[in-house]
């Protein structure tokens, strides 16, 4: 580790890192090596990308933020609250359509899951949580999703549909094919084509405070070195090279 | 007022008054029980009827989802029985219930305190049985203060957001409540609708603690203090 950190952030040895839900066990996971390297402890914040960006602009709490989707980061970047030249992409994922495992739903292709008999299709909101407007965004390019709306199930976040599709197997649901890899009560029934679909790129970026901003980006230079990529790709993100 | 907002409202007040229903009778009694007994299996029992008021919504949104989920044992009988609860107004209504049963127990035993157990007494001196001095004596005089309850539940039922959430879901039309429509309206952005929503929240809770305060106000000579 480096000496000049326990320095530079004299005030309390700890960051905050506010990450998008989908992010939850493999920052876990990364923060455990990240904590016994660097001496500091992590403190997260789990949510819908959407209710962090708003907190991160409305606040002054978070030191890093994870956004499942560019846009939202935008978001968080026009209220210039972005550390110039710490924005960068550091994983990317995609959607898959999961049944609970008692499910009798198959699908071949996409186009027939409007004629699939299910009660309803869980999902996060397609009007503001990042995998929810992925997944909009597919189904209108296959030109299924308004026959899909009057089944819609929204949810607060992606975890929070797949627990629905867990508790119910009247309910199938789209989420991020690494929220399905942790769920032992549902299957996957079909993987939407990366090429089909807008890229699930994860971005991340230190935010500026108003007082106690930490001086280095450790953290997110941590994101891409080998052993946190290395876990990334364990729990099914595609690692992508840091662009800076 | 737009026609989605008006279901979504209609939806709310059913959902409250269901719940209300559900929990009314169940609540007065204990309410009663625990007001007249004292024995440690009552205040156990009083301790765990108000469990759902001093835990997290969303950990008792968990547990109902679990309850009522495929493997739960409650989500096995009744899909059994070819009954969905998951995902509908039914969930919202179970959700606000336990919710709010607390407030109806409390309240009810309020209620009760306020009445002078020696009425009760003498009615049963003059021939009543126990059943009939609670029916004639006690729940007539205490009848304001239960009411209070019953209005004090409807609007924990109408504000309940976090265990309704988990176990309804938030499908417009169907689930979506009035907590659930402005928790949504802000997430999309749609500041002017959460605070119509807001505003109307604000009036229904009023006008419910105007009531209450009305119905406390003018309480039965007939009553302690």
């Known amino acids: 580790m480096s000496p000049v950190y326990a320095q530079n952030n004299a005030h309390d040895n700890s960051i905050t890192v506010f990450a998008a839900a989908s992010l939850r066990d493999v920052l876990t996971e990364v923060a455990k090596i990240y904590e016994k390297n660097m001496k500091q402890r992590i403190h997260f914040s789990f949510a819908g990308s959407n209710v962090l ?181 364990a729990h099914g993100f595609q690692p992508i090279a840091p662009s800076s | 007022m737009s026609e989605s907002l008006l279901i979504t409202l209609w939806i709310t007040l059913k959902v409250a008054t269901f719940s209300t229903l559900l929990v009314f009778i169940p609540g007065v009694l204990l309410g009663f029980y625990f007001e007249r007994t004292h024995s440690r299996f009552a205040k156990f029992l009083s301790a765990v009827t108000i469990l759902p008021m001093v835990i997290p919504p969303t950990a008792v949104g968990f547990i109902l989802l679990k309850l009522f989920g495929y493997d739960g044992i409650l989500g096995t009988w009744l899909s059994a029985m070819d009954i969905e609860i998951l995902l509908t107004w039914k969930a919202a209504v179970i959700a606000s219930a336990v919710m709010a049963f607390p407030i109806m127990v409390r309240t009810s035993k309020v209620a009760f305190e306020g009445v002078d157990q020696k009425l009760e007494a003498m009615a049963r001196t003059l021939g009543y049985s126990r059943v009939q001095a609670f029916f004639k004596v006690a729940l007539p005089l205490a009848f304001r203060g239960l009411l209070a309850a019953a209005i004090l539940s409807f609007t924990r039922a109408v504000g309940e957001f976090g265990a309704t959430v988990t176990v309804a879901g938030n499908i417009y039309g169907k689930t979506q409540t009035l907590s659930s429509a402005i928790y949504t309206a802000e997430q999309v952005g749609k500041e002017n609708e959460a605070m119509v929503l807001i505003i109307i929240s604000l009036a229904l809770g009023f006008f419910a603690i105007f009531m209450t305060e009305m119905l406390s106000k003018k309480s039965s000579k007939y009553m302690r203090n």
């Open chain 1, 53 to 233: 960006a708003k907190q991160v602009v409305a606040s002054d709490q978070a030191d890093f933020y994870l956004s499942a989707n560019q846009q939202w980061m935008d978001y968080v970047q026009e209220h210039k609250r972005i550390v110039d030249g710490t924005r960068q992409t550091i994983a990317s994922n995609s959607l898959v359509i999961v049944a609970h495992t008692k499910s009798k739903v198959q699908l071949s292709k996409i186009e027939d899951l409007t004629q699939k008999d299910f009660r309803y299709f869980s999902m996060a909101n397609p009007e503001a949580v990042p995998a929810g407007k992925y997944a909009k965004a597919y189904f209108e390019n296959q030109k299924i999703w308004q026959q899909l709306v009057p089944k819609i199930a929204p949810s607060t976040n992606v975890r929070a549909a797949l627990a629905m599709v867990e508790s119910d197997p009247s309910v199938i649901g789209v989420v991020y094919k690494t929220d399905a890899a942790t769920s032992k009560k549902t299957k996957i029934i079909f993987e939407i084509p990366a090429d089909q679909m807008p890229h699930i790129e994860y971005s991340a970026a230190q935010i500026k405070r108003k007082k106690g901003e930490i001086k280095h980006n450790h953290f997110l230079r941590f994101l891409s070195n080998p052993k946190a990529q290395k876990i990334f790709a």
